[in-house]
């Protein structure tokens, strides 16, 4: 590719615009927010894990001194839910309580603990009903009643089923020399942001206005409109300054729900924050996933063909799930050329918090299962296991067997750097030390929008008058640093400094809409929106300039350094707006369509797909099971780094996240309850645990990134988990093949070996799913690279879907 | 019948000697500093991440020394002086590990920074020149769930190293 190195502010390390808040104390949390007459909202909670409710009485409650009103299901009937085909979630439960922390009713009150004290005084009556915790009882026929009556399938809690053939697949084993089955167990885990979700909410002027910790504000709109029953013109829904996301705070809340129709009520400010314990209910974390892979490939370890299956614990609610249920097969494929390829996935309701998108969303599932299966069809064959990889390795500017589109690729080179820099085929091979590798990729944003329409997936606003430029977006910064992203787009268009634009961002009366901070896609969609904006705005300003300077050939003004031509920024807005009146550009970026022709190619296609690979360093002790990392290489194909400085912060900070899931994060239920929902029991790495990391940007400019431009947010933690297992297994001779690697699992599978057992630790078997038939799919060419209406009009040709 | 209600709420007036500023304020005995500095003291620059003494989040400096305003009484610490990040900075200079902190992206969310910035010019007043061992000990009660401590520990370094030198 021949994008011309950029000479301003593209590319260059540049601290986030509100650091200097943020080590102040200065910056403003949904929670740092007080109105005057504010009232405090606590939410009663389901203390059974499935019951129907009887009866509510709020009697006592409401007499209680501070209480001011007491809204139950009856205030807010109407169901809601993030896609459209899960409208399956209410603000407050009427009739059924699903998971132990449902909300069922909610207090505002003068104060936070008279809030408290009120819901502690509301009587509710459960006729309790038999949980199904988990994904073998979810697949049988209910004992009582379905979790989710309308949303299930027959009388069992099957949520979503999938099954697609990509190509001939019995063809693809017959020519294989080779056949190897593994089962996997991922166990679920959750985003634990530091932040505790807070909403709060004003109602005025027949307005309502409300701040919330949230990653999307547009889907907070939708939702809020929706169950309130207001048009959208009388909401404005603002992210406040955001303490962590991770995906957690993607869905809209009961919390924010419940606020608003308070504030409506009582005509006075309503703020709720949930407490640590009610984080570990709203969950919306990692789905528990078995996997069992069926792979076949030649002497030499080329695969001709893979069969996936899957089944996903959901929890009570759909949240994200039908499109995660996809996630865990659809990416494989992006990483490994596989000729044929079948895959069947299951999602179940269980009476759990509900699952939903953690960072790399579902795809960490399916990435653990093929890597570690690689790892072990190399061993069997007695090949290298990262010739293996290599090998089967796909092609950049390619597309997959299902109809993924792939441009840049820079799996080669990220593998190089990593081999390399940890000197992994010189390891010290002693008994308790080893090494493990690793690659994945990862979508820079969803080719499909999650709720149907055609229009932009982001919007930007860029105005220019006489005091200076401001960009208008949707997007939210949850501290990965995409309002610094926006700016530096801006910034090197219109030849001025970053710190010299000013933001406006995640405000749905003042920002156009931006689909959020989730799908790694605010740096390519936002971006390639403000790209677009700003390049307007600087044809312009070049234009104003060049007829002001009688210079006819617009190519000739030089636009950079804080000048147009022979005049300063500052004087050129004002050149511009006296020639042209009020300056505002646009710009939008819609994803082209790049999925095949059949039902559910919505999920998977993405505009580009970053691309990772990892080495860790691990010492495993063979008597007391522990595993302690000691060093995680990674290389990252990021297309371009727009800001290195924030770029290397997003992969160091998906390293340590992916090291928690391998070794010690567990979303653990007992009886009907969550194990551990408090920050002390649920272990998470702290400094002690993690280890040094060393990161490598690998450039590969891909063409519709914004500069080149791919994601950074979630790809670099999917190699870590299964590369700590293989280093596991490379300093023991035994599999963990489950997560979290605990101690007492190490321990388990080295007792098996020394039984002559399989020296591993994991599910033994895969459960008997209902998959049904399924969509066989006729694979593209490998070289058909066409997207958007020259790839529709393709499809009545090629022989698409039967 | 909740019992709180049923029983007179005792308050209390308390002084404390807060970023070198002495105030005074009414506040129930039982709300905790972390409650009063947010609520009473409009100081919500000490933010909080489980109010149970887990995560790290909410430290303040008590004499110096880093204590969790989650679990102290204002009555505990009357007259001591206390410091939470608003009395970090001298007036419009930052302190050293604020700068180093924002120079090199040490904040991400930055949820969790004011309290590791506590902690920390707490072990450099004691420490001026610690280990990246004695850096990691000293901060492994303070959770951060963006960086992986990565830019925090180089953070600290840097500011370390430049206190140093001045």
């Given amino acids: ?802 | 019948m909740p019992t709180w209600l049923d029983r007179e709420v005792e308050k209390a007036v308390v002084r404390l000697l807060l970023n070198g500023e002495e105030v005074e304020f009414l506040a129930p005995v039982h709300k905790t500093l972390l409650e009063v500095l947010r609520e009473d003291l409009g100081l919500t620059g000490t933010k909080h991440g489980c109010e149970l003494g887990e995560c790290g989040t909410c430290t303040v400096l008590i004499d110096g020394r880093p204590q969790l305003s989650c679990l102290v009484l204002p009555l505990q610490v009357e007259g001591r002086p206390v410091t939470t990040i608003e009395g970090m900075a001298a007036g419009a200079s930052d302190h050293p590990l604020q700068a180093a902190f924002a120079e090199l992206g040490a904040a991400q969310c930055g949820y969790c920074t004011p309290g590791m910035l506590l902690v920390a010019k707490s072990l450099l007043e004691a420490n001026p020149r610690p280990s990246r061992a004695e850096i990691q000990e000293a901060l492994a009660g303070n959770l951060c769930r963006c960086t992986g401590y990565a830019k925090i520990l180089e953070a600290v370094e840097l500011a370390a190293s430049r206190m140093v030198a001045t």
Avoid at chain 1, 21 to 47: E, N, S, T
Avoid at chain 1, 470 to 487: E, F, K, P, R, W
Avoid at chain 1, 721 to 729: C, E, M, Q, S
Wanted: with cysteine.
């Fill in chain 1, 1 to 802: 590719m021949t994008v011309p190195d950029r000479t301003g502010s593209v590319g260059r390390s540049y601290p986030r615009l509100d650091g200097s808040a943020k080590v102040r104390g200065q910056a403003v949390y949904a929670d740092d927010i007080a109105l005057p007459r504010m009232l405090h909202c606590k939410i009663l909670r389901a203390q059974a894990p499935h019951a129907r409710i009887l009866s509510i009485d709020a009697s006592a409650a409401r007499r209680l001194p501070g209480v001011v009103a007491i809204i139950t299901g009856r205030d807010l009937p109407i169901r809601f839910g993030i896609l459209p085909v899960s409208q399956d979630e209410a603000a407050l439960e009427e009739h059924k309580v699903r998971y132990v922390g449902d909300p069922v009713a909610a207090v505002a009150a003068v104060d936070e603990e008279t809030a408290a004290a009120a819901c502690e005084a509301i009587e509710v009556e459960y006729e309790l009903l038999t949980p199904v915790m988990t994904i073998e009882e979810a697949l049988k026929e209910a004992t009582d009643e379905p979790i989710q009556e309308s949303f299930s399938r027959r009388r069992d809690n099957i949520h979503r089923l999938v099954s697609y053939e990509f190509g001939d697949l019995e063809a693809g084993f017959a020519a294989a020399d080779h056949v190897r089955e593994d089962v996997f167990f991922f166990q679920g885990n959750t985003h634990l942001p530091m932040e505790q979700h807070s909403a709060i909410a004003s109602h005025v002027d027949g307005r309502l206005t409300l701040w919330s910790s949230t990653q999307v504000v547009h889907y907070v709109h939708r939702a809020l409109s929706r169950v309130l029953e207001l048009p959208m013109n009388r909401i404005r829904v603002i992210g406040a300054v955001h303490g962590g996301g991770f995906g957690g705070k993607t869905d809209p809340f009961a919390h924010e729900i419940v606020v608003g129709k308070l504030a409506m009520l009582t005509g006075r400010p309503v703020k709720c924050t949930l407490t640590r314990e009610e984080v570990f209910y709203a969950h919306r974390g990692r789905h528990p996933t078995l996997l069992w892979y069926r792979t076949g490939v030649t002497r030499d370890g080329r695969i001709t063909a893979m069969h996936l299956r899957t089944a996903l614990d959901g929890g009570a609610y759909g949240s994200y799930g039908a499109a995660s249920v996809f996630y865990t097969g659809t990416l494989q494929t992006v990483t490994y050329d596989i000729p044929a390829y079948k895959f069947e996935g299951v999602r179940v309701y269980t009476n759990k918090a509900p699952c939903g998108p953690k960072r790399g969303h579902g795809t960490p599932q399916g990435r653990f299962g093929i890597e570690l299966h690689l790892e072990k069809i190399a061993h069997e064959l007695g090949l290298d296991p990262v010739e293996v990889k290599r090998r089967n390795f796909v092609k950049p500017f390619s597309r997959t067997v299902n109809w993924l589109r792939v441009t840049s690729c820079g799996l080669e080179e990220c593998t190089a750097k990593v081999l390399e820099a940890s000197g992994y085929a010189q390891r010290e091979r002693r008994t308790g030390h080893g090494m493990g590798f690793a690659i994945s990729a990862y979508m820079s944003g969803a080719g499909t929008a999650i709720y149907w329409n055609d229009m932009p997936h982001s919007e930007v606003q860029v105005k220019v008058d006489r005091t200076g430029a401001t960009v208008y977006c949707g997007a939210m910064d949850i501290g990965q640093g995409s309002d610094m992203v926006l700016a530096q787009i801006a910034a090197e268009e219109l030849g001025i400094e970053p710190r010299d634009v000013r933001l406006v961002t995640a405000d749905t009366d003042l920002t156009p809409v931006d689909l959020g901070s989730y799908s790694s896609r605010v740096t390519f969609m936002a971006g390639n929106a403000a790209l677009e904006a700003a390049r307007k705005m600087r044809a312009l300003l070049v234009e104003a300039v060049a007829d002001r300077m009688g210079v006819a050939d617009l190519e000739e003004i030089d636009v950079g350094g804080g000048r147009i031509g022979e005049f300063s920024f500052e004087e050129a807005c004002v050149i511009a707006t006296t020639r042209f009146g009020a300056l505002s550009t646009t710009g939008s970026y819609k994803p082209p369509r790049i999925g095949g022709p059949f039902k559910g190619s919505g999920v998977g296609p993405s505009p580009a797909y970053s691309y990772s690979a990892a080495v860790v360093d691990v010492e495993a002790d063979p008597r007391t099971g522990i595993v302690t990392v000691g060093k995680v290489w990674i290389a990252h194909d990021i297309g371009r780094s727009i800001n290195p400085l924030l770029v290397v912060g997003q992969v160091e900070g998906g390293v340590y996240m992916g090291l928690g899931e391998a070794l010690m994060e567990e979303q653990e239920y007992r009886k009907g309850l969550h194990k551990w929902p408090s920050m002390l029991e649920y272990k998470s790495p702290t400094f002690l645990d993690t280890p040094p990391i060393e990161t490598f940007l690998v450039e590969t400019i891909d063409p519709e990134g914004p500069y080149g431009a791919k994601e950074a947010g979630q790809g670099p933690l999917l190699p870590v988990i299964p590369a700590v297992n293989a280093a596991v297994f490379d300093a023991l001779g035994v599999w963990v093949d489950e997560t979290p690697i605990t101690p007492e699992k190490v321990l388990r599978a080295l007792d098996a070996k020394a039984k002559g057992k399989p020296p591993r630790h994991g599910p033994r078997s895969f459960p008997a799913v209902p998959y049904g038939e399924p969509i066989r799919v006729d694979p593209p060419a490998r070289d058909d690279l066409r997207v958007g209406a020259e790839l529709e009009a393709a499809f009545g040709q090629t022989p698409g879907a039967h």
